[in-house]
């Protein structure tokens, strides 16, 4: 299987690489960054690219992909609504409707986040935006395309956030995530099962479109 990964600089991202680089059936894996994290592996090619609302000038090697994770996002803290959305909405639809173009038979899979919006009608900012990112994916003609809900992930093999929002609260409940995760696998996943379960939809599909925590750690 011939992977895209958008986001793989940040801790969902890292843990998804990891997964798909020890994954046997995973033939190769295309990374798009805006800067190269400098890692290096033999199924490993990545592609720098500036403006990641517009990937036009890329098509000639964004063809011939089984599979799409999409794990490129921000925090909403400190954002407005329209530059939240730029991130959120614009730059994911603008990599989607590229892919959708040119491999029809992808499997989409999109990292979106426990209390996710559908309605795009709620009171809460990034839930309304990653409503309206999710129900505009789901209308594209992808073969597949799949919304991943995490709730609390835990970082695993070193793997650590860039944001320090998260860094510090992770810092502090390190000690305790493995207990929490077994205590409430409701709302707790981690780096490496979320890989594993984005692989396992890409590969054999998933029983829902939209999957939450729980149905993360099922599958």
């Known amino acids: 299987m011939k992977v895209i990964l958008f986001g793989a600089s ?9 997964e798909c680089l020890l994954d046997p059936e995973v033939a190769t894996v295309l990374s798009i960054v805006r800067s190269s994290p400098g890692q290096q592996h033999p199924k490993l090619r990545e592609i720098v690219h500036k403006d990641f609302r517009d990937f036009s000038s890329l098509e000639s090697e964004l063809s011939g992909f089984e599979a799409c994770f999409y794990c490129l996002g921000v925090s909403s803290a400190g954002m407005s609504e329209e530059n939240y959305r730029r991130v959120t909405y614009d730059i994911t639809l603008a990599a989607a409707q590229t892919l959708v173009k ?15 919006d559908s309605s795009e009608r709620g009171r809460i900012m990034w839930a ?13 003609p992808f073969k597949a395309a799949y919304m991943f809900r995490p709730a609390v992930i ?4 070193g793997i650590k956030s860039r944001t320090m929002l998260y860094r510090v609260p992770y810092a502090l409940l390190g000690p305790i995530l493995p207990l929490l995760k077994r205590l409430f696998p409701k709302y707790v996943t ?7 379960a984005m692989l396992i939809a890409a590969k054999r599909g998933a029983p829902k479109t939209i999957l939450e925590n729980s149905d993360i750690n099922k599958l």
């Open 10 to 18: 940040g801790m969902v991202g890292q843990g998804v690489l990891r």
């Open 102 to 116: 040119l491999n029809p038979h992808m499997t989409f899979v999109f990292i979106s986040g426990a209390g996710t």
């Open 128 to 140: 309304r935006v990653k409503g309206q990112t999710e129900n505009a994916l789901l209308r594209l």
């Open 154 to 157: 835990v970082p695993l093999h």
């Open 190 to 196: 981690t780096t490496e099962k979320l890989g594993r």
